[in-house]
């Protein structure tokens, strides 16, 4: 049981344009949720998190957008960079301690 | 500080044998969390160590196994190796019960 659904598969985007991949969870439960970065060969490392009594984070050029009641959130990268290409993956958390329960990833290209 | 280590990088082993691999945490971390990655499963969560005692567990078979040390480093083993076994398996280490980990390489093991 996928209970978080991460779409697009893959994303291609032109230098300086926005990239946006979003995600859905079903469980009421989660109340952090963490976006990860993982480039070929390496872990993923933590890029942004948000947690649900706020509707936006913004951290450089990487925001988080979150809807609640759709039970929906969103990472934006604005003015996106060659070095941006990666795969990206949502999370989420229920109930503090380190269990997450992860997207299926988006991998981002990002074009000249 | 170091970053999250894990050994061997990569390994490859038979069907029927088993495998431990190892993961020493950024310093003063004393919570260790397992997680396999494969094409067809993603990211998916094994189990989760903290000062000795395991915390969570996922939704894989008694094969997988854990254990951490009085020093914060963890093993885990799986046993009985399958074909389907074969996969990237990433340590994260973490401070905080915030869902903020900290990623290993991963170590790649191959199954033949």
């Known amino acids: 049981q996928q209970q978080v659904k991460q779409s697009p598969q893959s994303l291609i985007v032109q230098k300086g344009g926005i990239s946006i991949i979003n995600c859905a969870y079903e469980?009421?439960?989660?109340?952090?949720f963490p976006w990860y970065q993982q480039f070929p060969g390496k872990g993923p490392a933590l890029l942004i998190a948000?947690?649900?009594?706020?509707s936006e984070k913004k951290e450089g050029r990487f925001t988080i957008s979150f809807n609640k009641s759709a039970k929906q959130f969103s990472l934006h990268i604005m003015d996106s960079q060659p070095g941006d290409s990666a795969t990206y993956f949502c999370?989420?958390?229920?109930?503090?301690?380190?269990?997450?329960?992860f997207g299926t990833g988006t991998q981002l290209k990002v074009e000249l | 500080k170091a970053g999250v280590t894990q050994t061997p990088r990569y390994l490859i082993k038979t069907r029927g044998q088993q495998v431990t691999l190892s993961c020493s945490p950024i310093?003063?971390?004393?919570?260790v969390s397992w997680y396999q990655q494969t094409p067809g499963q993603g990211l998916q969560f094994l189990f989760e160590?903290?000062?000795?005692?395991?915390?969570n567990k996922g939704n894989f078979p008694g094969r997988f196994s854990g254990r951490q040390f009085s020093n914060s480093r963890s093993e885990m083993n799986v046993s009985t190796l399958e074909l389907g076994d074969s996969a990237l398996y990433l340590c994260?280490?973490?401070?905080?019960?915030?869902?903020?980990?900290?990623f290993g390489e991963g170590s790649r093991l191959t199954v033949l």
């Open positions: 994260a280490s973490s401070e905080k019960n915030t869902g903020e980990l900290f």
């Open positions: 469980n009421t439960a989660f109340d952090y």
């Open positions: 948000i947690r649900p009594d706020v």
């Open positions: 999370a989420a958390i229920a109930g503090g301690g380190n269990k997450l329960t």
């Open positions: 310093s003063g971390h004393r919570s």
């Open positions: 160590y903290f000062s000795e005692t395991q915390r």
